[in-house]
């Protein structure tokens, strides 16, 4: 078979060949002069005339000033012609305004100023509770009065003055010094065992917890417990034998074993719990019974006549910890008891039945130091918690199921640190001590009746009521020192339940730090500071007998204090 002929191309192929061939060329071209450059060496930086990196100063930014200008506003609106003599004079004075309120407040103030007139951020300023002031005058200063007879000479309210004078005429019990024993020594003169020379009152092994007297007004005795479940009793009519140094002696006669012969308080104790004696209370109708709440999760009941301790409440397990912080005995229904937990619970039960009828309603989620019925009214309770709040329940109004069933809550009021105690009393006020270093006295008693001894206020309340802020707000606070550390029993205020002198005058007592106890009246009013020269340690547990002006205060070491 023939070959074909070429065929011969067209004027426009060639033209197009043409092209292709010298792009090509071209791009070669191209690549040989890039691979040139790129291998050619480098020029030589040039040397800097003064030897160091020059940095080429930024110029500065200018500020520029803004200049406060009034807001734009709508003559049309405000009632002005537009462009008018009055419209441009109300903006000249305007402008004028504006400059002299930003002058103001750039001007330094040279005058006194007042915390509560600066606050920029925070809760609202309050004098009566300067945390400021803990920082200074945190701190115990032992045996630094606050108050003595200077303060009770200038009371011009004759009333007020009396008390002041009965209640600071209380002197330290003479019978046993709360302080250990002392010789009076010389190396010249013959040795003196004095009067004074004494063993001391130590009630308790360990640091007392709870405090108070039996409710007979013929003799004062007094019961407290400590930290390790002690119960102690000490008669204070008892008296002090004669010991041989009451008359001199010389220091070749001095028997080593003097102590023995030195006179000691006669004082009882038993083993009622294995854990701390948190409360205590007599029962209002029968007073050989005194009821005993510990933190070993049990309640029990002391029959002095009987001579027997019996328990009433406790877990329905032994392994269950359960610690009681408190216990009321209702004065209406003595075998009704009432007691707190520091898991924030409150629980209500009766000796009559089995423990497994208890009812729990928790008030708090966390620990209730301390609570108290109104004595009067004891449907009305009022709890102190570790969560700041002091709260009002009414046991009359109970809503809710199983776990959830709680009092009506009838108010509240937050402190700025923890709540220690709540304390009613007859007039229907409640005392509490925080840490704020504050104590404050809530008053709901009738507000039109000067009585506060009056059956009207709560007494009158429905079942449901409640109260605002405003109403739950302390008519009386007191700066008080409630920084007890570690080794010191937490300050509870206290009332006088039922005083025969001035009943008609509230009034509270409250361990101080500087080693004394503090009373004070429902308005807020000093009316003693009870101390001694013996007292070497803080009073900090202090309880009123019910009806005597007798007072007492238990210290860390289980010492007594008495005030008659």
Same mark, same amino acid.
Request: net charge neutral; aromatic share 8%; charged share 25%.
């Given at each position: ?25 071209? #791009? ?16 030589? *930086? ?37 462009? @008018? ?60 009065? +606050?108050? =003595? ?41 013959? &040795? ?5 020379? $004494? ?14 007297? %039996? ?53 009882? @104790? ?21 009821? +005993? ?8 009941? #002391? ?8 328990? &009433? ?11 009681? *912080? ?10 009704? #008891? ?82 220690? %105690? ?19 006295? %809530? ?15 709560? =007494?009158?309340?429905?079942? =449901?009521?409640? #109260? ?25 205020? $206290? ?23 503090? &009373? ?24 009123? %007998? ?11 070491? =289980? ?6």
């Amino acid at each position: 078979m023939a070959r074909k002929e070429a065929v011969e191309l067209s004027e426009y192929e060639k033209q197009r060949q043409a092209n292709i061939a010298e792009r090509d060329a071209l #791009l070669k071209q191209l690549a040989l002069d890039a691979a040139a450059v790129s291998f050619a060496p480098k020029a030589a *930086s040039r040397p800097s005339t003064n030897g160091s990196k020059t940095h080429k100063k930024k110029t500065p930014i200018k500020k520029i000033k803004e200049e406060i200008v009034p807001r734009r506003t709508s003559s049309r609106l405000a009632g002005l012609t537009a462009d @008018s003599e009055v419209a441009k004079r109300k903006a000249d004075d305007e402008y004028v305004a504006v400059q002299e309120a930003a002058q103001a407040k750039r001007q330094r103030v040279s005058g006194p100023l007042d915390l509560s007139d600066i606050v920029v951020a925070g809760k609202q300023w309050n004098r009566s509770e300067n945390f400021l002031v803990d920082m200074v005058s945190r701190g115990a200063k032992p045996y630094e009065r +606050t108050f =003595g007879e200077a303060e009770v000479k200038q009371t011009s309210d004759k009333e007020l003055r009396a008390l002041r004078e009965k209640m600071s005429g209380l002197q330290l019990y003479e019978g046993f010094e709360p302080n250990s024993k002392s010789i009076v020594k010389s190396s010249t003169q013959p &040795i003196f065992i004095l009067n004074s020379f $004494q063993s001391g009152i130590k009630i308790t092994p360990e640091r007392i917890y709870s405090l108070a007297f %039996h409710p007979s007004p013929d003799k004062p005795l007094i019961f407290a417990g400590d930290k390790l479940g002690n119960l102690g009793v000490f008669d204070a009519s008892q008296t002090t034998n004669p010991i041989k140094g009451t008359q001199p002696i010389k220091a070749e006669d001095l028997d080593s074993d003097l102590d023995d012969d030195l006179p000691t308080p006669n004082i009882t @104790s038993f083993h009622l719990h294995t854990r701390t004696i948190s409360s205590f209370q007599f029962s209002p109708l029968n007073p050989s019974h005194l009821y +005993t709440s510990s933190y070993d999760s049990s309640l029990r009941l #002391l029959d002095l006549t009987a001579s027997t301790s019996t328990e &009433i409440y406790g877990p329905s397990s032994p392994s269950d910890d359960e610690p009681l *912080s408190g216990i009321e005995v209702d004065p209406t229904s003595p075998h009704i #008891l009432y007691f707190s937990r520091l898991d924030g619970f409150v629980g209500r039960t009766d000796t009559r039945s089995a423990p497994s009828s208890t009812e729990l309603w928790q008030l708090s989620e966390k620990k209730i130091g301390g609570f108290s019925l109104h004595p009067r009214h004891p449907h009305f309770l009022a709890t102190a918690s570790l969560d700041r709040f002091m709260k009002v329940w009414d046991l009359r109004k109970i809503s809710g199921k199983d776990e959830w069933r709680v009092p009506a809550l009838v108010g509240e009021h937050e402190s700025r640190l923890s709540v220690s %105690h709540a304390a009613f009393n007859s007039a229907g006020q409640v005392a509490t001590a925080s840490y704020d270093d504050t104590i404050k006295i %809530h008053s709901f008693h009738d507000t039109h009746s000067n009585n506060h001894n009056s059956t009207k206020g709560m =007494g009158a309340w429905e079942a =449901g009521k409640t #109260l605002g802020a405003k109403e739950m707000a302390p008519s009386t606070t007191i700066r008080h020192n409630n920084q007890t550390g570690r080794w010191v029993t937490i300050l509870r205020p $206290q009332w006088h339940l039922a005083p025969h002198s001035f009943p008609t005058t509230q009034r509270l007592c409250i361990g101080n730090m500087n080693r004394f106890v503090d &009373i004070y009246t429902s308005k807020g009013e000093q009316v003693a500071q009870l101390g001694g020269e013996g007292i070497t340690a803080v009073p900090a547990v202090a309880q009123f %007998h019910p009806e005597r002006d007798w007072v007492a205060g238990g210290t860390a070491s =289980g010492k007594l204090c008495l005030w008659m």
